[in-house]
T-cell receptor, first 115, second 114 residues
Framework: SQQGEEDPQALSIQEGENATMNCSYKTSINNLQWYRQNSGRGLVHLILIRSNEREKHSGRLRVTLDTSKKSSSLLITASRAADTASYFC???????????????FGRGTQLTVWP | DAGVIQSPRHEVTEMGQEVTLRCKPISGHNSLFWYRQTMMRGLELLIYFNNNVPIDDSGMPEDRFSAKMPNASFSTLKIQPSEPRDSAVYFCASSSRTGWVEAFFGQGTRLTVV
């Protein structure tokens, strides 16, 4: 399966600390995306990194991609209580015919940020 | 734009009944996805459409599930007959260029089959 897997499953930190979540996947991709889901809500797109990129920033978010290791990490700096949510990585396969366009989601990391 | 709109937000039905979930994608988006989320299985892609045509329905669990997209602004996911194991949150998502850009999710329909 192409499905990404996030690690850890759960992460609990204090406000102000940095949070790092990892994602591993199995086959070639054309991009990897990170999404956030607040309890009881839909997923919200955070950032997309293409297969030819190694690092990308957006505000307090930093994403890295290592295609040789088939892994990505999401770093949230100076975390806030409002960052409490589940975070998912999603991969888009490269050139797979009928599966082109599928977004494969991992099981997510539940992040809790304590005030 | 109001985003992806799903209805109803919550549905409680008895086993054996037909359930229809509805989705209005973002105007101009040409790809639409139906996902199911449960604690046990996570987020599963059921089916996706490109330009109103089903491209991949390999995730549809059984013949009891069917999806249609009669036009670019509306899609339905139907379960007939429903079973308790179908209880989940069903999400619809749309994107403007399949796989190359982000998907926008609706708020989901929480389905409970009793």
């Amino acid at each position: 399966s192409q499905q990404g897997e996030e690690d850890p499953q759960a992460l609990s930190i204090q406000e102000g600390e940095n949070a790092t979540m990892n994602c591993s996947y199995k086959t070639s991709i054309n991009n990897l995306q990170w999404y956030r889901q607040n309890s009881g809500r839909g997923l919200v797109h955070l950032i997309l990194i293409r297969s030819n990129e190694r690092e990308k920033h957006s505000g307090r978010l930093r994403v890295t991609l290592d295609t040789s290791k088939k892994s990505s990490s999401l770093l949230i700096t100076a975390s806030r209580a409002a960052d409490t949510a589940s975070y998912f990585c999603a991969t888009s396969e490269a050139d797979r015919g009928s599966t082109l366009g599928r977004l494969y989601f991992g099981r997510g990391t539940q992040l809790t940020v304590w005030p | 734009d109001a985003g992806v709109i799903q209805s109803p937000r919550h549905e409680v039905t008895e086993m054996g009944q037909e359930v229809t979930l509805r989705c209005k994608p973002i105007s101009g988006h040409n790809s639409l996805f139906w996902y199911r989320q449960t604690m046990m299985r996570g987020l599963e892609l059921l089916i996706y459409f490109n330009n109103n045509v089903p491209i991949d329905d390999s995730g549809m669990p059984e013949d009891r599930f069917s999806a249609k997209m009669p036009n670019a602004s509306f899609s339905t996911l139907k379960i007939q007959p429903s079973e308790p194991r179908d209880s989940a949150v069903y999400f619809c998502a749309s994107s403007s260029r399949t796989g190359w850009v982000e998907a926008f999710f609706g708020q989901g329909t929480r389905l409970t089959v009793v």
